[in-house]
């Protein structure tokens, strides 16, 4: 069930990707498994899937062990300072960075760990809709600040447009993103390498990709 709507997203990235002029091997897609129970996940990651996102420290431990080790886990909820040490411990990329006191704590709990923790920066492109993320007019000196955390590595930028049922009023939004994102890229340098746009989900994974992603967070269009 889960792989026939797999099939059916990959080819709507494949779509999407020719009407962008784009490859789809460009575009990394997360299944997003909050909620979803560990025999489906790995009835993904059995079908060629590789990267699983999670929204809550608490469930992806609790969900850990029953996952096939092929899994990289990306955190794309919020995370708060105080499990700043598990999230460290779990995932591979943490998506979801939005404060520098959360940046402290992850550089913090890897150094401990003698890991460099990949991270992307979480920037608020949809106004008050939503509560985390940096500010778009702040994301250029929060990158810049990045330089003082020797543990950590930002691999580029997550954000979300506010929830509609209409794909197309996302555009806009992730077309803002798309431009933070590029006039950011000429700032690699040492922790920072600008590789991933992670924008879109299973309501506007399309029009994401036509505006610039090379990361998409798909659950529900998956584990309907
Ligand atoms: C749940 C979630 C997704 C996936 O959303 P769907 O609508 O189920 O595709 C993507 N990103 C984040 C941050 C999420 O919390």
Redesign the pocket.
């Known amino acids: 069930m889960s792989i026939a709507n797999l099939e059916v997203v990959k080819s709507r990235i494949t779509k999407a990707c020719k009407r962008a002029c784009r490859s789809p091997e460009e575009i990394v897609l997360v299944c997003?498994t909050?909620g979803v129970e560990p025999s489906r996940i790995n009835e993904v990651l059995g079908a060629g899937i590789v990267h699983i996102?999670e929204?809550r420290v608490q469930e992806s431990l609790s969900k850990y062990n029953s996952i096939a080790d092929t899994a990289i886990w990306h955190l794309?909820?919020h995370l708060q300072t105080n499990k700043a040490k598990k999230a460290v411990e779990t995932f591979s990329v943490i998506?979801?960075v939005d404060s520098l006191h959360l940046v402290a704590a992850i550089d913090r709990e890897s150094g401990k760990l003698s890991k460099v923790q990949d991270i992307l920066v979480q920037v608020k492109i949809s106004g008050e809709a939503q509560k985390f993320g940096v500010s778009p007019d702040d994301a250029d000196s929060f990158i810049g600040e990045m330089l003082k955390y020797p543990n950590i590595r930002v691999l580029g930028l997550?954000g979300?447009a506010p929830f509609s049922e209409d794909p197309e009023s996302s555009r806009p939004h992730f077309r803002r993103l798309r431009e933070i994102f590029a006039s950011l890229k000429g700032r690699t340098l040492n922790n920072i390498e600008m590789r991933f746009l992670s924008m879109g989900?299973?309501?506007d994974?399309e029009v994401a990709i036509e505006e610039g992603a090379n990361m998409v967070?798909?659950?529900?269009?998956i584990?309907k």
């Open positions: 997003v909050k996102g929204n794309v909820g998506q979801s997550m979300m989900m299973s309501q994974f967070r798909i659950g529900s269009a584990f």
